[in-house]
């Protein structure tokens, strides 16, 4: 397995794992973190331990044109109970999205380091949030990071990061307007990641990682 040093790369992600790691080490640079996303890579891993960097074999994706949202889900939104924003408080929903307690999941894999590194790609326009309020209150969020269009034609992509939610339908109200906003702005594709139920019921897929890397940046 490749252990990264100070130089500015990755090896290609056909040399993944069968595990989808591509690498060990580096740093969260925005100079790497950028390169990363724009190969197909992404950072995942506990405090403590050196940065991992994945690239799996399957990708989870979401087309725009395909979100699938519920009647039950459909007449929530009608309620308007919810209020929604962008970019108002990406410090507070990355803060939320660290310390949230998950089901079957014993701490979290953002760790301060990483935390900081996305606060600075926010700073600089490539880190985007979805703030959920609910009587003034932050109570759902998700961010993630924007990667440019490839050339006319093709579109954009949102990476999606991480979303939490403190009241029931928070989380999927902000993944839904996200997509509605960048559907009306011409994304081509919200990359998932990892397979996940609750996307999964939104319209997400998993698609191999030779068609995701299509749609990638040109670096």
Request: with cysteine.
């Amino acid at each position: 397995m490749i252990l990264l040093s100070n130089k500015l790369w990755f090896p290609p992600v056909e040399t993944a794992s069968a595990e989808g790691i591509v690498a060990f080490g580096g740093d969260l640079s925005v100079e790497r973190l950028l390169l990363a996303y724009k190969s197909g890579i992404f950072p995942w891993y506990n405090q403590g331990e050196p940065v991992v960097w994945y690239s799996p074999e399957q990708r989870m994706v979401l087309f725009p044109e395909e979100l699938k949202v519920s009647k039950s889900t459909k007449q929530l939104l009608r309620k308007e109970i919810f209020k929604v924003t962008f970019n108002q408080n990406f410090e507070e929903v990355i803060k939320q999205c660290k310390i949230i307690s998950r089901k079957d999941q014993a701490g979290t894999w953002i760790t301060d380091e990483m935390e900081q590194a996305y606060i600075q790609l926010h700073k600089l326009g490539h880190a985007k949030s979805v703030e959920v309020w609910l009587d003034d209150e932050l109570v759902g969020g998700l961010y993630g990071v924007d990667l440019p269009k490839r050339q006319i034609g093709l579109g954009a992509i949102f990476c999606g990061e991480s979303m939490f939610s403190k009241v029931s339908n928070a989380s999927k109200i902000a993944f839904i307007y996200l997509v509605e906003k960048l559907k009306k702005e011409q994304y081509k594709m919200i990359d998932c990641q990892v397979y996940n139920d609750h996307l999964a019921s939104l319209g997400a897929k998993e698609i191999p990682r030779a068609e995701f890397l299509k749609f990638l940046p040109k670096l």
